[in-house]
């Protein structure tokens, strides 16, 4: 769970009085309560949320910001309505470009700058992108945006705002911090200490593919013979289709077993029995392909931001003696 300024206070989102504003460039504004949602209806999208920074802490040089190792990323049901549905009620005009989210969630100090996010209207209109009120099959709960919370599957989560209040649509991006400055990565390579012009970044939108190694955990000792190597892998706006794994520094793999059924957005799962040769130490890396090709890379491309970082996951392991 990850926020900027933490939960509303209790009278900003108590769903009685609660209300969601659609305005801007439509041609019938709307405030709508929680129980007009109701009136919409209802879906459900199994999805990846993942914190844009997750895995920041294996850029090297490092950069500055929270330091995510492997743990900024979930997976869950979201249920709630058709964002599409909403907007097309209201009825787009015809220069509707992108569409503002903003929360209940404010900052303790009047410098700090909203936490104010758009997506294009594209995307805002794809029928996967929800508006959700559940979570796994129950209310949302308040550290995940209740009571309503935007889910963009395949992007990352800077997009999915939660405690949402009021969408705005309108001709260009949003302004603001957090649009123009955070949450941008470079859309060529970039050195450290290279000055990046504000027209060669792009705003952090699409996730890329990605696995992660769940067990063994890093620093285990494990026991000398066969032993389940498992974990996940997700990526954007697909599939994953393949997981290799290499106990030999990368210089073979070895296809894992895939478990259960691919569905877009979500993570797959996915085991691989290793037979241990020997006593001492060893690594283990993952390497995930997705239905469009994407294969993670060794290493990530450096960037300021530290964003989206998606090299092959390591974990050292140390394997007893028989």
């Known amino acids: 769970m990850r926020s900027h300024f933490g939960p509303p206070p209790p009278d900003r989102i108590d769903k009685a009085t609660w209300r969601l504003a659609l305005s801007g460039l439509v041609e019938h504004p709307l405030i709508l309560t929680f129980d007009d949602l109701s009136k919409f209806e209802e879906v459900s999208v199994t999805s990846v949320v993942q914190c844009s920074g997750n895995g920041r802490a294996f850029h090297r040089p490092t950069v500055p910001g929270v330091q995510w190792e492997r743990g900024a990323v979930g997976n869950a049901r979201w249920t709630g309505i058709r964002l599409r549905d909403l907007l097309r009620r209201a009825g787009l005009k015809s220069n509707a470009r992108h569409l503002q989210l903003q929360g209940a969630d404010r900052p303790v100090a009047a410098t700090v700058p909203l936490f104010v996010r758009s997506i ?136 894992t077993r895939l478990v259960g059924e691919g569905a877009p957005y979500a993570w797959r799962q996915w085991q691989f029995l290793w037979q241990t040769q020997g006593p001492g130490p060893r690594t283990i890396l993952s390497r995930a392909t997705d239905d469009r090709g994407q294969v993670q890379p060794m290493t990530s491309p450096w960037n300021p931001g530290g964003f989206l970082w998606n090299g092959i996951d390591r974990v050292q392991v140390r394997i007893r003696e028989a």
């Open 120 to 255: 294009p209207v594209e995307k805002a209109l794809h029928p996967d992108t929800i508006l959700a009120y559940r979570m796994n099959g129950a209310p949302l709960p308040l550290l995940h945006g209740a009571p309503l919370r935007l889910i963009a599957p395949g992007w990352m989560a800077d997009a999915c705002v939660k405690w949402l209040t009021d969408l705005t649509v309108q001709e260009e991006e949003a302004t603001g911090y957090y649009m123009e400055t955070a949450y941008r990565h470079p859309i060529r390579p970039v050195r450290p200490g290279d000055v990046i012009a504000p027209q060669d970044l792009k705003p952090v939108e699409a996730m890329i593919v990605k696995s992660l190694i769940a067990q063994p955990q890093q620093g285990s000792t494990i026991p000398s013979g066969k032993v389940m190597v498992q974990g996940v892998a997700w990526t954007g706006e697909g599939r994953i289709v393949r997981v290799d794994v290499s106990t030999d520094d990368g210089q073979t793999w070895e296809p």
